[in-house]
């Protein structure tokens, strides 16, 4: 189909190791989201991009998270040296753009267990 | 700040009778509302959405959700409930005086629906 598509779809790696997070959105979604969702937990947000604007990074819980997108294509979410407090799904939405009334459309989210 | 609540972690109802999953909200602002499913191992769906206008909001399978501006609520309703139903459940808010990009979501209900 044409929804969010995220890979990989699980990943485990090792403390300290660097891991690189997938997104591909919707055709034609200029507003792409990154959230957080912790074992039974509800979503944190981490970043947001709207077309070629600055994106909005308020959500980053540290400076070893960074994402890229280019233009308004595919968006990589990069977590250098890995902590096991970095485990949880790692969810990517996009919208068509930040009108008011825009849902957002989830991936199926990329799970990350740090050993 | 802007924020939503959902009280109940878990609601339990056997099929065939109405459900209700709760949700209040602060805001300054005008409130924008979302509800979101979730089924497991998967990203979240969208249900329905309160923008403006009609309290009563009808959405995906069914579902529908009563917008209480003095009660600060916007809980999700379906008359019947199906087993099908049981999944996790999120309310959400979109931030609509100080930052557009984000969405507030609640911590999630657990919906059980027993045949």
């Known amino acids: 189909g044409a929804g969010v598509s995220q890979s990989p779809s699980n990943k485990v790696t090792e403390k300290g190791k660097d891991v690189e997070l997938r997104c591909d959105p919707i055709?034609?979604?200029?507003?792409l989201y990154w959230y957080r969702q912790r074992l039974g937990q509800g979503l944190e947000f981490l970043i947001y991009f709207q077309g070629n604007s600055a994106p909005d990074k308020s959500g980053l819980p540290s400076d070893r998270f960074s994402a890229e997108r280019t233009g308004e294509s595919v968006s990589t979410l990069t977590i250098q040296r890995t902590q096991q407090e970095d485990s949880a799904v790692y969810l990517c939405?996009?919208?068509?753009?930040?009108?008011?009334?825009?849902?957002?459309?989830f991936g199926d989210g990329t799970r990350l267990s740090i050993l | 700040a802007q924020s939503v609540a959902q009280p109940e972690d878990q609601v339990n109802v056997a099929e065939g009778n109405p459900l209700t999953v709760k949700c209040t909200y602060s805001v300054s602002g005008n409130p924008y509302l979302f509800w979101y499913v979730q089924y497991p191992n998967r990203g979240l769906q969208f249900l329905l959405k309160?923008?403006?206008?009609?309290?009563l909001v009808k959405g995906s399978y069914g579902f529908e959700a009563e917008f209480n501006k003095s009660q600060t609520s916007f809980h999700l309703k379906k008359p019947s409930a199906l087993v099908s139903d049981s999944a996790l459940y999120f309310c959400?808010?979109?931030?609509?005086?100080?930052?557009?990009?984000?969405?507030?979501f609640g911590s999630g209900t657990k919906l059980n629906v027993k045949p």
């Open positions: 939405a996009s919208s068509l753009d930040t009108g008011r009334n825009q849902p957002q459309h």
């Open positions: 959400a808010v979109r931030d609509s005086l100080y930052n557009f990009n984000k969405f507030y």
């Open positions: 309160y923008i403006t206008g009609d309290n």
């Open positions: 055709s034609g979604h200029t507003a």
